[in-house]
């Protein structure tokens, strides 16, 4: 897709960002979403980049940042990490991201968030995070996450954008709106620190059920029907000043 065909599609699709200032007076959580090998490092599987991708390495890069920041402080994060059973195929897409294999990992730069005890990690074996914390009880662990770190506002991050990303926020704000996630007020996106792919170089010309993906317009729009389901969406993150004691 050209340059000027993805503009002239930006301008029919407007989306103004915001900034996002984090302080230590409204609880904030940071939702890692698939921030994998299985998508974001060179040649570790067939949705992976096979070659070094500046979207996908500016989100790392961003996400590495924000919660370093996060752990330093000691505020809630939580990771989903793909991870499917080699039975259920997640159509339409080839074959990704098994359970027990390397894809499904975090990436080296985020291994260690393991060990934090501020994470709390989620393998998932769906797009929608929200769905993938349902347990057979009934019970959800994303929604217990909020509850009980008592979360004002969630920053998502991660890939990709309009798929796994945008199908946990929609999810997300539509429990919200009926009262499941207490006392969840806004749910951000950063936009830098989301990425998605592009199907005919990830996949290949060898699978016949994806369709042509343009990385930059997917990328916007995403983001684009993220704000329309009532996400904040902000181009840039920092943090105020410490709260006094």
């Known amino acids: 897709m050209g340059l000027q065909t993805l503009d002239l599609l930006k301008n029919e699709l407007p989306l103004k960002q915001e900034s996002l200032v984090l302080s230590e007076d409204v609880v904030t959580g940071l939702v890692l979403v698939d921030v994998i090998n299985g998508f974001c490092t060179v040649g570790a599987g067939d949705l992976a980049p096979k070659e070094p991708n500046k979207q996908i390495s500016g989100m790392l890069e961003e996400a590495v940042k924000l919660v370093r920041v996060f752990c330093e402080k000691k505020w809630p994060v939580m990771a989903f990490l793909d ?54 009880d009934g019970s959800n662990v994303f929604i217990d996450w909020v509850g009980s770190n008592k979360i004002n506002v969630i920053l998502v991050v991660g890939v990709c954008t309009d ?83």
């Open 83 to 136: 991870s499917h059973h080699p039975d259920k195929p997640e159509l339409p897409y080839p074959s990704h991201c098994l359970i027990g294999s390397e894809e499904s990992n975090l990436v080296p730069a985020l291994q260690w968030l393991e060990k934090e005890p501020n994470v709390t990690i989620r393998r998932k074996d769906c797009m929608d995070g929200f769905i993938g914390s349902m347990e057979k």
């Open 163 to 245: 798929i796994c990303v945008f199908d946990f926020v929609a999810s997300t704000l539509s429990a919200r709106n009926h009262g499941f996630l207490p006392p969840l007020k806004d749910v951000v996106v950063y936009s830098h620190a989301c990425a998605t792919f592009n199907c005919p170089v990830q996949v290949g010309e060898n699978s016949k059920e994806v369709m042509d993906y343009p990385q930059e317009l997917m990328h916007h729009v995403g983001l684009f029907m993220a704000k329309g389901r009532g996400a904040k969406v902000v181009q840039e993150v920092s943090f105020g000043p410490l709260k006094e004691k």
